[in-house]
């Protein structure tokens, strides 16, 4: 005579005395599928049913990655960069501003993924079309490149790259920022206190005066009607410029906010950037925060890529390669 043949009344009954694993597991937190039995539990989801395609329709939403309506980022895609971002990888030794003279990296940088497929898409409309709920499924990435550069360890604050004032009044809000912003609603990284210090040195006031200062006024105003803004001048992005064009760009370009500089004495620090191309973003704000005196461990970020010098030659060679990138260097100085 067999446990199923005496009938769920035996079991419930007198198995649970003999063995409680084997009684019937609670359904604690079970998630709702039939209808609301209470008055109250009716109205209540009729109106979030009413209010869900009154959205639809009045902002109507597809998927970035494969426009699927009515979600911003549909659960396969979701599911896609999830898969992407499971094994943080090192990602310094493809940046070639973050290389020294004898080959060794002065700052190493963790990659939550690789800039390509879902995550790609995924981040050009998080940062460029205003996406930013999206920062939910980031977010949860990022914490994890975290959590894989500091091995469980504490004694480390996270220091956000800033973006330009350009790029923050077009998008309204700071990638990185936001980021950080949703890891602490959600109470992640919390042994990782966050050190808001750093800001762009290379804004322009209405207070400069001077021949060289109109002179600059009068060459910028110029590119911005014809068009090249985007190159220099510290405004707009870096998408598309080469490594040098980038180094000189960036050179010089943050400092730490006045009355700041006490808060990074001694402390061991760790950048967070978006997207890691050829690193000189970094190298300048590993500069700006060494010289007020913090102590540089490394820097994670969301996503890297191949810089614009290598990855022309690359795509030529091999139309279909896939960034990989592993280092077997020590992540972290032991300061």
């Known amino acids: 005579m067999t446990f199923s043949s005496l009938g769920p009344w035996f079991r419930n009954k007198y198995l649970r005395r003999i063995d409680p694993d084997l009684g019937v597991p609670e359904t604690a937190g079970a998630r709702r599928r039939g209808p609301f039995r209470g008055r109250t539990g009716r109205i209540i989801a009729a109106l979030h049913g009413t209010v869900v395609d009154l959205l639809a329709v009045l902002i109507p939403v597809d998927c970035v990655c494969c426009e699927t309506e009515d979600a911003v980022l549909c659960s396969s895609c979701a599911r896609r960069i999830r898969q992407l971002c499971r094994q943080p990888f090192r990602a310094e030794l493809e940046s070639p501003a973050l290389i020294d003279i004898n080959g060794t990296a002065k700052i190493g940088v963790v990659a939550a993924g690789p800039y390509r497929d879902e995550l790609a898409r995924c981040l050009l409309s998080f940062k460029s079309y205003g996406q930013w709920r999206l920062a939910s499924v980031l977010a949860p990435c990022l914490a994890k490149a975290v959590d894989a550069a500091i091995g469980g360890r504490s004694g480390y604050c996270l220091v956000p790259v800033p973006s330009s004032g350009k790029a923050f009044r077009r998008r309204g809000f700071s990638?990185?920022?936001?980021?950080?912003?949703?890891?602490?609603?959600?109470?992640?990284?919390?042994h990782c206190p966050i050190l808001d210090v750093l800001e762009k040195s290379g804004e322009w006031s209405v207070f400069v005066a001077g021949p060289d200062a109109v002179r600059q006024r009068a060459a910028r105003l110029g590119d911005e009607v014809l068009g090249r803004a985007s190159g220099g001048y510290g405004g707009g992005g870096q998408k598309g410029l080469g490594r040098g064009e980038r180094a000189r760009r960036v050179r010089g370009s943050m400092r730490v906010r006045r009355g700041q500089a006490d808060k990074l004495k001694g402390r061991k620090c760790i950048l967070v950037d978006d997207v890691l191309t050829t690193g000189a973003t970094l190298a300048e704000a590993a500069r700006a925060v060494t010289a007020a005196g913090g102590l540089i461990s490394g820097a994670v970020v969301l996503a890297a890529t191949r810089p614009p010098a290598y990855a022309s030659a690359a795509a030529m060679d091999h139309p279909g390669s896939v960034l990989k990138t592993q280092s077997k260097n020590k992540w972290l100085k032991d300061e």
């Open 175 to 190: 990638p990185v920022h936001l980021l950080l912003f949703f890891l602490r609603i959600r109470r992640m990284l919390l």
